[in-house]
């Protein structure tokens, strides 16, 4: 029986259209979090959490980046994910384990939307499922908040240093949001093991951060856009 969407995915609006910076032919961006997957970032934490759960291994990957090796559980193995597919149709054996692959990630979520019939026109485009001008990211949220999301959450309590932006309502509400962990591609492809790697997200971080800016904040950081859209970018891609 297939799941309704609200029951396997969380859904969020990212990007330039919700920030209000969106520029001629920006596309929209959403970011969906699987609801039957956790991140833990060691093994004393995978003891509290049910069904599919991966461990970070950030040794021999870039900063920023991670791999996630397959906590096996008799249940998580039966569980099924979306469109009838279960835990091992998304992971990648290796001689260490099994990894979670963004590729096989994001091959499973085109497939099932192609199910779903809400659109034949679905393709890769890098790290995301395109449609139209509408680009799926995918990702899932980690049990805890990571060391560098804690060390920035420390230099920005206020009780230590005092300051105008970000203010402390906004500190308090950034603390109650989840870290993720999304899919690669594009320019991330020459990474070597790319597909193995996921990348720490602080997205809904950065949105609070933005929808907090003053005028001048938020008229400086549409201007870098725009230059990076109309200029930089014709320099370098990435």
Known sequence: KRQPLCTLFSRYTVGSIVEGTNITDSDCDLLFI????????NVEEVSRNDGATFVMERSNCPPGYTRLRLVEKQT?????????????????????????????????????????GRNLNIERNGPCV???????????????ITKEGNQWLDMM?????????????????????????????????HIPGYSLNWRLSYTLWERELVFSFHDAQFFCFLYMKILNRKKLNEICQD
Request: net charge positive; charged share 30%; glycine share 6%.
């Open 34 to 41: 699987w609801e039957n997957v956790t991140i833990c970032q």
């Open 157 to 189: 309590d206020s009780s230590k240093m005092e300051r105008l932006w970000p203010s402390p309502l906004v500190i308090e509400k950034i603390k109650k949001l989840n870290c993720h962990v999304v899919s690669v591609g594009g320019s991330d492809q």
């Open 130 to 144: 395109k449609s139209m001008n509408v680009d799926m990211a995918q990702g899932f949220k980690l049990c805890k």
């Open 76 to 116: 998580a193995k039966e569980k099924i994910l979306i469109g009838g597919e279960t835990i091992e149709d998304i992971v990648e054996k290796t001689n260490e384990g099994k990894y979670l692959s963004n590729t096989k990630v994001i091959e499973c979520y085109a497939r099932y939307t192609r199910e779903k």
